[in-house]
């Protein structure tokens, strides 16, 4: 069992940054982000599988995961932020499908960008 605490999330002007964390029970190999926008479905952002990262094409150059294996925490840094990047975002760990969802998932924490 993994269980997963986000948090960071808020509210921010388009082309602020906000920088997500969630922290985990324990060490796991595979981490990564999703969010989910009302009425769309959820969508992996962003993965870490070790220090192998990958991210959605949406994302890229924006975003960074990175994590403090001391801390059990990874992190979500998301700088020049959108109106469309506004969602619940979900930490996920451990799950056999892309961005390693499918495993543990997290309560999520709300991002919201104004324009």
């Known amino acids: 069992q993994v269980q997963l605490v986000e948090s960071g999330g808020g509210s921010v002007q388009a082309g602020g940054s906000l920088t997500l964390s969630c922290r985990a029970s324990?060490?796991?190999?595979?981490m990564g982000w999703f969010r989910q926008a009302p009425g769309k479905e959820r969508e992996g952002v962003a993965a870490?599988?070790?220090?192998?990262?990958y991210y959605t094409d949406s994302v890229k150059g924006r975003f960074t995961i990175f994590r403090d294996n001391a801390k059990n925490t990874v992190y979500l840094q998301m700088n020049s932020l959108k109106p469309d990047d506004t969602a619940m975002y979900y930490c996920?760990?451990?799950?056999?499908?892309?961005?390693?969802?499918?495993?543990?998932w997290g309560q999520g924490t709300q991002v919201t960008v104004s324009s």
């Open positions: 996920a760990a451990e799950g056999g499908l892309a961005y390693c969802g499918g495993g543990y």
């Open positions: 870490i599988f070790g220090y192998s990262t």
């Open positions: 324990r060490y796991t190999y595979c």
